[in-house]
């Protein structure tokens, strides 16, 4: 089954951008990639999900490398409230939450 | 809007004991998951549904059972519980792309 390579943690700066690096080695053409994050004592909320292309939402951009064997999440301006452990789901592999990110955002 | 909803928030069982931690959501999702978190793990997939009348199991399906008779609803059901059940349960429904999340249930086995 396909898995993901997540740094443990990382810092920021608040109102720094944040980019959330995610290594998916083994991918098939059709497979998409998701972001999840999961806030203190919550379930785990969608973030964005991709393709090929880069992607933008209201909450973050995914940028998807050309061979799609990694990707990155990134948050254009970190807030406190963005402090969460996020989650990159293997392509293929929806199921699979690994243990992801924390990231620890400064004040 | 509703949205993924579970019951109860918290329960404590004695070893032995059984109960059905209820899901249901109103998005008219086809797909329904259940999760198991232990503290600082990440999520592990006990069964999932990809539509009414169907159900697979997950990664870690002992001791649990699942049944998806409507669409709004996945109830999973523990039997004989045991230490080692004690986690942070999360139901999630899906159209196909992406997933919603319930805000869980604590159960802790005495």
């Known amino acids: 089954d396909a898995k993901t390579t997540q740094p443990n943690s990382m810092e920021s700066n608040e109102e720094e951008p944040v980019h959330l690096p995610c290594n998916h080695s083994t991918i098939s053409g059709t497979d998409y990639i998701h972001w999840y994050r999961q806030l203190p004592s919550q379930g785990p909320e969608y973030v964005i999900h991709g393709l090929t292309s880069n992607v933008n939402n209201r909450m973050a951009s995914l940028a998807i490398a050309e061979d799609r064997k990694s990707s990155t999440l990134i948050l254009h301006r970190a807030t406190l409230r963005d402090a969460a452990v996020y989650y990159c789901?293997?392509?293929?592999?929806?199921?699979?939450f690994g243990t992801g990110t924390s990231l620890t955002v400064i004040p | 809007n509703a949205g993924v909803t579970q019951t109860p928030k918290f329960r404590i069982l004695k070893i032995g004991q059984s109960m059905t931690l209820q899901c249901t959501q109103d998005m008219n999702h086809n797909y329904m998951y259940w999760y198991r978190q232990d503290p600082g793990m990440g999520l592990k997939l006990i069964y999932y549904s990809v539509g009414a009348g169907i159900t697979d199991k997950g990664e870690v399906p002992n001791g649990y059972n699942v049944s998806r008779s409507t669409t709004e609803d996945f109830p999973l059901r523990l039997e004989l519980a045991a230490p080692s059940q004690t986690s942070v349960y999360f139901c999630?429904?899906?159209?196909?792309?992406?997933?919603?999340f319930g805000q869980g249930t604590r159960l802790t086995v005495v």
């Open positions: 789901i293997p392509p293929g592999n929806q199921f699979y």
């Open positions: 999630a429904s899906s159209p196909g792309l992406g997933a919603f």
